[in-house]
């Protein structure tokens, strides 16, 4: 759904060519002031013509692929101000008879700019070293004629380029994310470049939003499922304002996968603001059953999402006002829809529960409402202050859908691990200047590089600590190894990481396994707001994984994470005797732990969840 905004606000097209930043860029254009919209890449010269101006973004596939996204080259003939991101600015030049070849070296990862061209337009303000986030396997090897290199780097020859006279510019890395220092003052100056005014804000979208939402709507009503977190509760208070409660069913689901105690604190915080227009059911041994000798986890996100449905059903059956033209309401924001494919050139990373097959259907008949779909989280949280929620509601830590059901990983064998020494001796020999040793765990997990889904192994580090260090040896590790998109750190004294067998355990989603997790889920997060961290940071998962140095046993990640809209996210670095004290705990209270593992890794390449 997207808002029919007037057109007396200055625009921006972002071609969405499948990158997971397209919606990002378009996302930082609206936090600048200046109103977004994506556009297909196959568009019409004539229907960007409103356009102030356009940006390309980037994608997962190869400029040169017979699979690239189609696209309208007459777009180049546009008469405003053009730039290409990534894939965009690839494209751009081998379109305008340059050339693009395979890096040497794949980079994902911050990199340092050297600007060649400080008087450039889009440089304004800018150092002449800057640090910015690159995410690409491609790079272009010979610029277009009339063409001029404005930046590189120590590993990419060509990392930004423009055509002053067409007001064309390209730039390979990525200015959009959170890593790029000073990448939304380029953005900004681009926009200047484009003659833009800076008169859009969220209070713009949210009176938008709730007019759009009673035309949708009609006389009908809306059923929600309220998981608690910060969407699902926004998307709920913005539903019943635009509607009136008598209109709104909200529905909180214990699937089993909730934090300790987490219904119950639902339950209290929502009723404590005045939201009596919810029921609570109990459906976690439905979930568990639904799982049993379940591994793989888009088959883990599929079945839990196709469950929620199920209990939905069954509930919505028992109510007379509910009908089968009720809509069903969802807390979707924009990550969820990017990351499971949902845009058209988009790479899967994974179904989101909310985006599964059934979900999708309804989707398209038309029986679903989701208010927040445009949003990312930032936006949430500020639309969530605009409708006067309580901060204890709008400033929770995310928490996905499917809750510990994604951080339970599984295994459908066990035994002793493989052997990786060939790629670990690799590693090791690529780190040598940090004091660090490199094993291979034997459990894959998600991740995003070069801007598809990838499936591969953590690489556990043992020895010095220095979080500059172990940064840098993470970026190095998953730039040269493809079967590496995940680094951790070993915060426990237990040595035998460091050579010892280790063992994978088999087993699935059962109930045993997830209290575990909740009891460490539970000890983390009581640390962290016992020591005053928890503010400091914007979520901290905490994973179990089948993997231990003694047969049968298992071990637990720390995933803490800064972010601002989770399309990207930076490690965060706890303080060191911190982390200790906190691995401490868990290897006292928790049985059958043998190892305390802290991940290392920003998104890209690894995304924030483990599944």
Known sequence: RGLNMTTNIDKIGVLDFGGQYAHLIANRVRRL??????????????????FHGLIFSGGPHSVYESTAPEFNTAILDFSKPILGICYGHQLICQTLEGKVYTSQVKEYGTSSLNITKPDSKLYQGVDQNEIMWMSHGDEVSQIP????????????????VESEERSIYGLQYHPEVTHSINGLKIIENFLKICNCS??????????????????TVGDGKVFLLVSGGVDSTVAFSLLNQALGKENVYGLHIDNGFMRLNETAWVKDALEENGFDNFHVVD????????????????????????????????VTSDIDYLDDQCLLGQGTIYPD?????????????????????RIQSLIDQGLVIEPLADLYKDEVRELGELLQLPKNLVWRHPFPGPGLGVRVLCSDTGGKSTDFSDTESLINSKISEYNLTARVLPVKSVGVQGDARSYAHPCLLSGEFDWDNLSKASTIITNNFQDINRVIYRVDLNQGWDNSDMYLKNSYLSKDRLDLLRLADNYVNSFLQNEDLYDSIWQMPVALIPVGLVQGNESIVLRPVNSTEAMTANFSRLPYDKVGELSSILKSKLDGIDGIFYDVTNKPPGTIEWE
């Open 33 to 50: 002031g200046v109103y977004s919209e994506i556009v297909n890449p196959n568009s019409s010269l004539d229907s960007l013509s409103h």
């Open 145 to 160: 004629p009339g063409f001029e290199i404005t930046a590189n780097t120590d590993d990419c020859a060509v990392a930004s």
């Open 198 to 215: 800076f008169n859009w804000n969220i209070q713009n979208y949210l009176d938008q939003s709730l007019s759009d939402i009673r035309k």
């Open 283 to 314: 459906a976690s041994q439905t979930f568990l059953d639904n799982l049993i000798e379940v591994y793989d986890p888009q088959e883990k996100r599929k079945i839990i999402g196709n469950t929620f449905l199920d209990v939905k059903e069954s």
């Open 337 to 357: 829809t990017i990351e499971s494919g949902g845009t058209e050139h988009a790479s899967l990373i994974k179904t989101h529960h909310n985006r599964v097959d």
